[in-house]
T-cell receptor
Framework: EAGVAQSPRYKIIEKRQSVAFWCNPI?????LYWYQQILGQGPKLLIQ????????DSQLPKDRFSAERLKGVDSTLKIQPAKLEDSAVYLC?????????????FGQGTRLTVV | KQEVTQIPAALSVPEGENLVLNCSFT??????LQWFRQDPGKGLTSLLL?????REQTSGRLNASLDKSSGRSTLYIAASQPGDSATYLC????????????FGTGTRLQVFP
């Protein structure tokens, strides 16, 4: 089966600019996650969708980050305006979710550099 | 607040050695624990998933154990190969309703010929 697809793979922007990332999860997976991985750290959950509803966005900096999942499939994550500290790899993951027992599948990520 | 720690942060071993990576977590109320592999510039690949009711899982040369009461997991890699060189991350699922994963900072493994 096809894996989680993300684009672009790399992005370099200047601070205060805006940027958007796209994710297409594995077909049939109800749950979609966006994680932020800063160099040298483990991934941190930004937002989680169950179908097209938000389940957890407690660590999403809502003054500059936004995310949506239209029709419960594809998702976009936007940063506006970007700061230097947003430089990181943004990972999208999906799972079929059966409640506390499921395996998450990750995409290759988008590496963002803010200069 | 759940915290996940991995020791060592980096490890360099000669090919053929058996090795153990450690993961500890502060809150034993987890639903599962997963071990991932991350190659440079790549996403995460799931290696093993241990449900909270299980003690261990095996896949090929990999064996992962889980001791919830002590808040520990180990990943055992037998007969290491240069192709095993990568960063290994462990993550715990902390909520039945959301499958939210809390990750450790990883162990960077280098296996040299």
């Amino acid at each position: 089966e096809a894996g989680v697809a993300q684009s672009p793979r790399y992005k370099i922007i200047e601070k205060r600019q805006s940027v958007a990332f796209w994710c297409n999860p594995i077909s049939g997976h109800a749950t979609l996650y966006w994680y932020q991985q800063i160099l040298g750290q483990g991934p941190k959950l930004l937002i989680q969708f169950q179908n097209n509803g938000v389940v957890d966005d407690s660590q999403l900096p809502k003054d500059r980050f936004s995310a949506e999942r239209l029709k419960g499939v594809d998702s976009t994550l936007k940063i506006q305006p970007a700061k230097l500290e947003d430089s990181a790899v943004y990972l999208c993951a999906s799972s079929p979710w059966t409640g506390g027992t499921t395996e998450a599948f990750f995409g290759q990520g988008t590496r963002l550099t803010v200069v | 607040k759940q915290e996940v720690t991995q020791i060592p942060a980096a490890l360099s071993v000669p090919e053929g050695e058996n090795l153990v990576l450690n993961c500890s977590f502060t809150d034993s109320a987890i639903y599962n624990l997963q071990w991932f592999r991350q190659d440079p510039g790549k996403g995460l690949t799931s290696l093993l998933l241990i449900q909270s009711s299980q003690r261990e899982q095996t896949s090929g040369r990999l064996n992962a154990s889980l001791d919830k009461s002590s808040g520990r997991s180990t990943l055992y890699i037998a007969a290491s190969q240069p192709g095993d060189s990568a960063t290994y991350l462990c993550a715990v699922a902390v909520s039945y309703n959301t499958d939210k994963l809390i990750f450790g900072t990883g162990t960077r493994l280098q296996v040299f010929p």
